[in-house]
């Protein structure tokens, strides 16, 4: 059964620091990947995707890809109170519509 | 009104009880959903319907029942549902025609379901 990885946390990080949160897959063939962001309460939305090895920015956050080692990496820079969340990696499926999730990262940003 | 909308908020069941959650879209997107999100757990693919037919049915029991009248509404019929299927019930709605646009998600608010 393909799986997507996250460890749960929480991620403890101070204002103004670099986050970073990893997610590993277990399909070697895998070819699209998103990072959904998901506050305390609300719905989870889509902050980035990525679908080539090597990084892409987007204002304070990059995303990571590597597939020959199969992980994909989300960094959020000059960390702020606000980007505390629960983030949440998901991985394309066998079907157009399928994303494989995992169970998401809380992040905590400390003033 | 704009984005997906879900209701109710909350919902409070018994287990012989029949109810429904309703979900209704602004995006003109093609494609509606279904995933069941429990504490600590993955979100849980249910069912995708792509222009009111469906898609996917991803082994749910039977007393979870959808239904899809046109592309811009999603229901879901409850019936003789059990303690374990307590849970955030979350509709989205995705657009397919662009880059892996079935994948780019645009969730509602979300149904707390509690079950007694």
């Known amino acids: 059964q393909k799986e997507v990885e996250q460890n749960s946390g929480p991620l403890s990080v101070p204002e103004g620091a670099i986050a970073s949160l990893n997610c590993t897959y277990s399909d070697r063939g895998s070819q699209s990947f998103f990072w959904y962001r998901q506050y305390s309460g609300k719905s989870p939305e889509l902050i980035m995707s990525?679908?080539s090895n090597g990084d892409k920015e987007d204002g304070r956050f990059t995303a990571q890809l590597n597939k020959a080692s199969q992980y994909v990496s989300l960094l959020i820079r000059d960390s702020q109170p606000s980007d505390s969340a629960t983030y949440l990696c998901?991985?394309?499926?066998?079907?157009?519509?399928?994303?494989?999730w995992g169970a998401g990262t809380k992040l905590i940003i400390k003033p | 009104e704009t984005g997906v909308t879900q209701t109710p908020r909350h919902l409070v069941m018994g287990m012989t009880n029949k109810k429904s959650l309703k979900c209704e879209q602004h995006l003109g997107h093609n494609a509606m959903y279904w995933y069941k999100q429990s504490a600590k757990k993955p979100l849980e693919l249910m069912f995708v319907?792509?222009?009111?037919?469906?898609?996917e049915n991803n082994s749910v029991p039977s007393r979870f029942s959808p239904e899809c009248p046109n592309s811009s509404h999603l229901f879901l019929h409850l019936h003789t549902l059990q303690p374990e299927d307590s849970a955030l019930y979350l509709c989205a709605s995705s657009q397919e025609d662009r880059p892996s646009g079935a994948n780019v998600l645009t969730f509602g608010a979300g149904s707390r379901l509690t079950v007694l």
């Open positions: 319907y792509n222009f009111k037919e469906q898609t």
């Open positions: 998901a991985v394309k499926g066998d079907s157009n519509y399928q994303l494989i």
């Open positions: 990525i679908y």
